[in-house]
């Protein structure tokens, strides 16, 4: 039946019926939800109940006023300083191990192994290794005479560079594996170039690498930024937010609004809101990153 | 072209459809008792009928469970059972994990199973909405908590078990510290706490990251100060309800001497509530002060029956034992499903599955004696029990538009150097949410 059209109804049509499919499982499943949920973020929807009344922007007016929810941002800064250490030392694996180093495939292994793990399960492993009186890493540091008492999870001054530690062991080789494809798709012949001309290491890495993996440095960061804005299964498994709340992330925020506080409306207007900052934070970092380039 | 549009159609009404799955729901939900549906007349039908005999108690019918540890097990065992009394109906048990948040959602569609706990998360005047009246259900003896979940006149909700809260205790560490008689006062619970740190072992396993285990100090300890259990609703009459010479002060501040005098665990911020089992279990930790559930959770893991002791907490001074009596899950009946049934299943379950002795609570049945022998021990103190009372809308309201997580201010209140101005802090923001709440 088919056959019998002109050829370029039939490529329109076998076009459009394999576009359809996936574009509808994407309305329906992905931004119905996300309109409904921008819907709720006006009405004082308490969960259960099937009315649901319309109080326009207040729901937003509460999450910019109340310090208590905004707060919980500074929680976030140490994930971001993390991150960026992940990525440096990130680049840093990528070329060594894009060298010609013995048993480069065992190492590029072993570090991206942790990525594969499951999320929750690493929070459960590391409840163990810092675990204050019998975790492995006090006792590690209290064999090599450090002190053995450091209370790594429950210190408010830095369990949350704690937590990011963690995501930096997690993430730091699924960045890595994505670095080392970018150099692969450097050609070799611009270093010998280079090398010619008499350039250093360092100039080589200046001038020939950087701008070459520069995207892929975009795209990395753009990975750590929305990870740390949206961490959530480390600190919710390993500290539930203590100690005093001080390891709360915006995300278990919204969480607890929404199944704790019965305050559908308010938790929505905060997942829009934090939506809206990535999108902010993201349109910043391209800003920036682009200013005086192309 | 035209199957371009044909396409584009069964887009659009399959969108509806899905759409229309979700509006139909609210409708239900919300017309649920001005017209009732088939089944709907078919449930209000049937309680006149019940009374009179067993025929019309047929059917199946569908319990959603939290104990989905018990799947395949013990409730195989109550399957056969029922429905060998029971000969024309069919029993189905649906576990899931979460429950509470889980539960209220299904609720919330109009379309949930034939029997459901409920917990204190829906308003007793939404009850009407969803459930059944239970009132008619002939059991053979007065029930506990009556009244808990009870909306104009009619009772909605029937506690599956009841539990109490004092200290569970190891007493092969009690005997090792030297302790040989449990302690009746405050200051003879915290000399021998003191002991029990002496000889080497944790005193108390407050489990304090975990923050659920502080609930007893929320709840509990403030009921057995004051001697009665409504002081989480009396917040709502004012706008100072946390204050250090109140209950809460009280019950908080014995939580914070013990942190101070290092009667908890060795950091009170990293423990682990598993471990903590075994640990009371092997004896390296003395006492929990948790409800009678946990018994046969340190009983798992490893302890004998006769080793693991259970006595009221002192909370004063006075001498006086007190403990409060708490519900567990409620029983609640869908009034949409087969309730006729569903209603004789909870009649059962209440009085022949041996459940509460599973599951080790204090049956809800008053003239039933729990089997527990730690329960019996509890009850040779002759604790004066205090039932806890209907929840109170208005204070729950303003907690959760003050977005209070109690657990989290009594960890800020132990941690903190100046209490005070912690519970100042919460004052100054239940006030500015009641004010929103009570007009």
Redesign the interface.
Known sequence: MLSRLPFG?QKK?II??FV?LPL?LL??FSY?PALELIRLSFTNWD?????KEWIGLQNYKEVFSNP??FGVFKHNIAYFVVGIVQNIAAIYFAIVLNSRLKGRYFFRLLLFLPYILNGVAVAYLF?YV????E?SLNYMLGKLGLGSET?????GSFVNYTLASIGFWRFMGFNMVIYLAALQSIPSDLYEAASIDGANNWQKFRFITVPNIYKIIELNLFLTVTGALEVFDLPFVL???????ASQTFVMKIL??A?????YGLASAMSVVLLAGVVLVLSLQRYFLNKGRD | MNKKYLLLLTSAIMLTVLSACGGNNANNAKNGNAEPTNTGAEATAAPTASGNGAEEIKGKIVFLTQRTDMIGKEFNDYKTRFEEKYPGVTVEFEGILDYEKNSKIRIASGKFPDVILIGPGIPNSDFPKYFAPLDDIPFSDDIRFKDLKAFEGSMYGISSGNSTVGIVYNKKAFEKAGITEVPRTLDEFYADAQKLKDAGIVPLASNFKDKWPLDAWIYDVPTMAGGVSDHQNKRADSDAPYTLDGVYGQSWSILRTMYEKGLLEKDIKSTNWEKSKKDVAQGKFGMYLLGNWVINQVIENGASTEDIGFFPFPVDNSGTAKAPLNPDWFYAVNKDGNAAAAKAFVKWMIEESGYEDFAGFIPTLKSKEPKLPQLAEFNSFNPQYIEQGPPNDTATSIQNAAQIDQGAVVQEFVLSKDPQSVLDKYNKIWAKAKKTIVK
């Open positions: 109804t049509l459009g019926l359809a509808l309305l329906t119905y969960g259960m109940s099937p009315d208590e929810i409840g810092f675990d204050t009186t975790g209370s790594w999870l429950g210190t500290t539930n937010g203590g100690p005093a709340g607890d609004t199944f704790q506080f019965n305050n």
